[in-house]
Nanobody, 118 residues
Framework: VQLQASGGGSVQTGGSLRLSCGSSASFFRFKAMGWYRQAQGKQRELVASITIDGDTNYADSVKARFTISRVNAKNTVLYLQMNNLVPEDTAVYYC????????????WGQGTLVTVSS
């Protein structure tokens, strides 16, 4: 399984970006998919996730500003719509997928950098 993230860039405070993560597999291969981020000097943290049932979860810091969604197809695409961006959102964003098969574990895409300037 391969995950390919894209959509990062540089914006000013209050701007918007949409991240995309293309998967080489159907969403039903995964228990959940999500977006994580890692700011310089900090640990990687969960930003948002969506389960196979469509249940979503957000970090408190992004609630009401970010929206996670997916397109269910032969090759699933995961999105993260980010609105009202603030400098604290600056980080490398990674997409993640947790396999339904325990022995497969999880998959990570390469990071995409989001930079928010004040």
């Amino acid at each position: 399984v391969q995950l390919q993230a894209s959509g990062g860039g540089s914006v000013q405070t209050g701007g918007s970006l949409r991240l995309s993560c293309g998967s080489s597999a159907s969403f039903f291969r995964f228990k959940a998919m999500g977006w994580y981020r890692q700011a310089q000097g900090k640990q990687r943290e969960l930003v948002a996730s969506i389960t196979i049932d469509g249940d979503t979860n957000y970090a408190d810091s992004v609630k009401a500003r970010f929206t996670i969604s997916r397109v269910n197809a032969k090759n699933t695409v995961l999105y993260l719509q980010m609105n009202n961006l603030v400098p604290e959102d600056t980080a490398v964003y990674y997409c993640n997928a947790e396999s339904i098969w325990a022995d497969e574990g999880e998959y990570w895409g390469q990071g995409t950098l989001v930079t928010v300037s004040s």
